[in-house]
């Protein structure tokens, strides 16, 4: 199941993806549609469907970490998407730019670092194969610096060296806080494609801090949706790849991973509590590059769909 953020005039909407050819399913509405074919009063029928589906993904995984509801109305609108039930007040076109951050509003983002070689095994040099992986790091990533999968990257004046790296994150389901490596895939409700860009030289300016120089706005893009865990059967076993004007740059897979997901996840959550929605980035696989104004951005992650955007100045 795929659900994306449909930016509307009454605000973000969650919406069902790929049911319908250029079209997204709206959650809420089908849910209603839904419970009045079986007879519901539509009064009734929207009451249930606010304490029900929630708006936003974080709301919606706290109320019901299986998505048990939603998979109803995912199901009921699969077996109903050509059948007329689901009137044009149930649907949205899926215009690129329409699309906002497909995990809404967490409130955590936590990018893991160094968590894929260097370089390729070819090129390492002999012996280096018996040195100890490197240790789990990573960093805080602010909420400001989401952006839909169609948004533009902005580049800050302050900065030259705007490094883009496309990574899987991990959507968090429930509220999960001493994971072990045995139990942690539990916690995971699914996947989204994130876009972790940061800037080098303001980490640089900032004795090589992070916070600034990986919180600009647009430096988090995400999406085009969050895909429930069933549909990645193996996150070890993705590929990734992203090009920059066209030009593959990266081309690597999740499992050249020094570290799994579950053993992130355990690592993470000995010192963080993390709740419905939270985000983990899982790091990112060799040979990003640095992009420029007028330059585009392309990403994918196998499974979870593209992201494509324009780098403009942000001035």
């Known amino acids: 199941m795929k659900i994306a953020t449909r930016r509307t005039p009454f605000g973000d909407r969650l919406c069902f993806a790929e049911v319908i050819p250029h ?74 730019g329409r699309l906002g951050p497909a995990v809404g509003r967490p409130q955590t983002i936590w990018c893991v670092q160094v968590n894929y070689p260097r370089r390729r095994p070819e090129d390492e040099p002999p012996g280096s194969q018996d040195k100890p992986k490197p240790a789990l790091r990573g960093f805080l990533k602010a909420i400001g610096s989401l952006a839909g999968p169609h948004d533009e990257l902005r580049c800050p004046v302050i900065s030259e060296r705007v490094d883009p790296e496309v990574e899987l994150a991990v959507v968090i389901g429930r509220r999960s806080r001493r994971l072990t490596p045995e139990n942690a895939m539990r916690a995971v409700a699914g996947y989204v494609g994130f876009c972790d860009t940061g800037s080098r030289d303001v980490s640089e300016l900032d004795s090589n801090r992070l916070d600034r120089a990986q919180g600009f706005d647009t430096y988090g893009i995400t999406g085009p949706w969050f895909v429930t865990a069933d549909e990645i059967p193996d996150p070890h076993d993705v590929r990734i790849r ?71 100045l942000d001035d």
């Open 23 to 96: 079209q997204l399913i709206d959650v809420q509405a089908a849910f209603v549609r839904r419970l009045e074919t079986l007879g519901v009063h539509r009064d009734d029928a929207l009451a249930r469907s606010r304490l029900d589906v929630p708006g936003d993904l974080p709301a919606l995984l706290q109320a019901d970490p299986e998505l048990t509801a939603v998979r109803a109305v995912f199901e009921w609108a699969v077996d109903h998407a050509d059948t007329g039930e689901l009137h044009e007040d149930c649907l949205w076109s899926d215009e690129a």
């Open 242 to 312: 992203s090009w920059i004007n066209g030009e593959l740059r990266q081309d690597g897979s999740t499992a050249e991973m020094f570290h799994s997901v579950p053993e992130q996840l355990a690592w993470l959550t000995a010192a963080l509590t993390l709740v419905p929605g939270d985000v983990l980035s899982t790091g990112t696989p060799l040979r990003h590059g640095l992009v420029r104004p007028g330059d585009v951005l392309r990403g994918e992650v196998e499974g979870l769909g593209v992201i494509e955007n324009k780098v403009v």
